[in-house]
């Protein structure tokens, strides 16, 4: 009987045993399993996260999130100057074929006056397109302040291409569609509404491109070196003393781009008027030594011109032909 009961007794404990075990694995894979789904949620391309509600956008409200854009590439440097014409080009809007100064971006540009003059509207090399009209001349002065002109064959600049006086002195070569030429010097200013590329020219210069009755003429000019026995004369403005100052270069041949005065050991650029004189409002060089650019580069210095208003002061010398 004591055999019995004990082997009763061991029959208990290994069903007990067992049902541990049971109970064991059980709960062991239940932890599995919430073990997995934390890391099922947590995973990046999984699903939502369990603590947030993803609300459909409404209807005709765009989405707050816009589709990427491509990187814009870096913008250009803005430029006072328009598209250059090439040389013996004919632009359909030649006036507004300006000078830039390009730079590389290993090498920067050098301010060099006679490499890079400012050349204005008016280039050497270029032919521009407009149109003639003809006006009375008088004696052939005009907003140049040139005085007046021997022979008439003069022009008058458009207001856009004039562009404060630096056309002035200019020689042009114009032509017209029947091949008729002629050549013209700019001395006057054509206001608005005359046309960028329009000239108004001399009833005399226009009879040479054909019949005044006509009125008008369609041209092409371009801007010449001419041979002359001239030399470049200064002349210092009305009122000018060693306080103040215009001064004006006369008998030029090709058109001048820059005058400057010496001070302090500097050459010093002085503005220039509509009416075709540079300016030293506070004396600034007056009576000094003068350099004077024309829009090929070349410079001329002059040394110790006195101021005598309204008086041509010959200089002996002269720019190059071109």
Not at 247 to 252: D, N, R, S, T
Request: glycine residues 10%; proline residues 9%.
């Amino acid at each position: 009987m004591k055999v019995t009961r004990h082997a009763a007794s061991h029959r208990r404990r290994t069903r007990t045993s067992t049902r541990g075990l049971w109970t064991t694995g059980i709960a062991a894979l239940v932890a599995t399993g919430v073990l997995l789904c934390l890391l099922m949620g947590l995973r990046p391309d999984g699903g939502g996260d369990p603590g947030r509600t993803v609300a459909a956008p409404a209807a005709d409200v765009p989405s707050s999130t816009a589709p990427p854009t491509a990187p814009r590439s870096p913008s250009p440097s803005p430029s006072s100057a328009p598209p250059t014409a090439t040389p013996g080009a004919r632009p359909s809007k030649p006036s507004e074929a300006m000078p830039v100064a390009s730079a590389s971006a290993s090498k920067p540009a050098r301010a060099v006056a006679a490499e890079a003059p400012p050349a204005g509207r008016i280039r050497p090399g270029v032919t521009y397109r407009g149109l003639a009209t003809h006006y009375d001349a008088g004696d052939g002065d005009g907003a140049c302040l040139f005085g007046p002109s021997d022979g008439l064959m003069i022009a008058a600049m458009n207001h856009t291409d004039y562009e404060t006086s630096k056309a002035c002195g200019a020689y042009l070569r114009v032509r017209a569609a029947s091949g008729a030429s002629v050549t013209v010097k700019v001395t006057n200013e054509c206001p608005l509404p005359c046309a960028p590329g329009q000239l108004d020219l001399s009833k005399q210069a226009f009879a040479k491109l054909g019949a005044l009755s006509a009125g008008e003429l369609s041209i092409t000019w371009t801007l010449l070196s001419p041979s002359t026995a001239d030399t470049v004369a200064i002349r210092y403005k009305t009122g000018s003393t060693r306080h103040w100052c215009g001064i004006q270069v006369v008998g030029h041949r090709n058109p001048v781009a820059r005058l400057e005065v010496r001070a302090d050991d500097t050459w010093r650029p002085l503005p220039r008027a509509e009416f075709n004189y540079f300016l030293s409002e506070q004396g600034t060089g007056c009576g000094g030594a003068l350099r004077i650019t024309d829009i090929h580069g070349e410079q001329l210095r002059l040394d110790d011109i006195p101021v005598r208003a309204d008086v041509l002061q010959p200089t002996g010398v002269q720019f190059r032909q071109h």
